[in-house]
């Protein structure tokens, strides 16, 4: 097995690298300060493509394959995640549904539009009674003639909405149904009965929004579904593999940064008269940060490997341990590295708390991290199942 990486994503990945170091972080700690984006910093995200790292080159994206993307979103990470709820998830839960189910005409529409950076997209699934237990929604969507469907409901925590130019709403045909009622459709904003509702205030993420999505009688042409009808969730879940997958790297990256920082400051602060990395205890703490970091970096490239198999399967099992295995090491990580800075850690004057914070919520959205054991289990039932079945 050869673990090098082609020299076109080792440019790639530098070029992000450099790009963060020098045009991101000087501006995150304006972007905690003032929850604004700088203009400046959006146009770079914008020259490199990485509002449409994983989008094919047809549609006006980078078309990098998924290990490509994740390279990026590695580096970008070890900014402020405002850059990556803006520009990563506009690549993944924001593109993918028009990648994989809209019609060629809304693919040449809309893809080449948020793949710039000129649209952001955004993914209404969850419900205030529906987050977890995706398949409970009650947003309905009724036919309206035959051109059109009338849908009406609330989603909330909806990433992006205040500034989104393009929604891909879930809505059921028949409560009834279950999962198989759930269909797609892509809603423009602005159009008559779609409005945001209240920003919701979370513990990091300052510069990025998410807020609640209200449909109230809003008309869209049928033209506008994604896929055939009952076919939304099992989109929402490709999507959502994408989604885990690239948040798998942002751990490794956003843990990266930690660990760097720690080094540093173990390399330069003393205490009983020796630099603090010559105390075991801190070289322990060190040396753990980098094993967990590498293993899970090692399983986040092969999440994005099988992402790139096309194997739904094993696909879909690999981005949820990425995203497990992610979520619970870089939480670690930022902890230990805290810890490491002491109080200067837990003050607001450098941007571990703000690390530590923003990096929680990994646990959460996209598929908690329980729903991502759920996942591991039922894969590894069938399996069991299977060799079963087989004697
Ligand atoms: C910052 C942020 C951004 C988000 N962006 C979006 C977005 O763009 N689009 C979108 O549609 N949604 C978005 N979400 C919503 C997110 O996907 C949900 O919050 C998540 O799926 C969990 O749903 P919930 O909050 O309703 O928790 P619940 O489903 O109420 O679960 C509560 C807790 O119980 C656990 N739990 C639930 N069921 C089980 C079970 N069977 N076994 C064991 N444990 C269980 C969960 O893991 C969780 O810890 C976002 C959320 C956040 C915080």
Not at 45 to 70: E, I, V
Request: charged fraction near 25%; proline fraction near 3%.
């Amino acid at each position: 097995m050869d673990f090098t990486l082609p020299p076109d994503l080792v440019h790639l990945q530098e070029q992000v690298r450099q790009f963060v170091r020098e045009e991101l972080q000087p501006v995150d700690a304006e972007v905690e300060a003032t929850g604004q984006v700088p203009e400046r910093a959006l146009a770079g995200l914008r020259r490199l493509g990485l509002f449409g790292t994983n989008t094919p080159r047809d549609y006006g994206g980078l078309g990098l394959s998924m290990l490509g993307s994740c390279l990026a979103i590695e580096e970008l990470a070890k900014a402020h995640i405002a850059f990556y709820f803006l520009s990563g998830v506009n690549v993944h839960i924001g593109s993918k549904p028009i990648e994989l189910a809209g019609s060629e005409t809304l693919k040449r529409r809309w893809l080449p539009e948020l793949a710039s950076g000129r649209t952001i997209a955004a993914f209404a699934l969850t419900e205030t009674e529906a987050g977890s237990d995706a398949a409970a929604i009650r947003t309905i969507a009724r036919r309206d003639g035959a051109g059109h469907y009338l849908l009406d409901g609330t989603k909330t925590y909806i990433t992006n909405a205040p500034v989104a130019g393009l929604f891909t709403v879930f809505a059921t045909l028949d409560p009834a149904l279950g999962a198989k009622g759930i269909t797609a459709f892509l809603v423009e904003a602005g159009t008559p009965g779609l409005r945001i509702g209240r920003t919701i205030e979370m513990a990091a993420g300052r510069g990025s929004a998410h807020a609640e999505l209200i449909l109230d009688g809003c008309r869209i042409p049928a033209e506008n579904r994604l896929g055939d009808e009952g076919t939304g969730f099992a989109l929402a879940m490709r999507c959502l593999d994408a989604g885990r997958t690239h948040w798998g790297a942002y751990c490794v990256g956003a843990a990266q940064r930690l660990l760097d920082l720690a080094v540093e400051r173990a390399s330069c602060r003393e205490t009983f008269g020796r630099r603090l990395r010559e105390h075991q205890g801190i070289e322990w703490m060190l040396a753990d940060m980098a094993a967990s970091i590498h293993a899970a970096r090692l399983v986040a490239y092969e999440a994005a490997w099988r992402y790139d198999q096309e194997d739904a399967g094993k696909r879909t099992r690999a981005a949820a341990t990425s995203k497990l295995i992610g979520a619970d090491m870089v939480q670690r990580v930022a902890d230990a590295t805290l810890q490491i800075f002491g109080g200067a850690g837990y003050s607001k004057d450098l941007p571990i708390e703000r690390i530590w914070r923003e990096t929680r919520v990994v646990k959460i959205l996209d598929g908690s991290s329980e729903m991502m054991r759920r996942i591991v289990a039922r894969d590894l039932f069938r399996a069991a199942d299977r060799r079963n079945a087989a004697v």
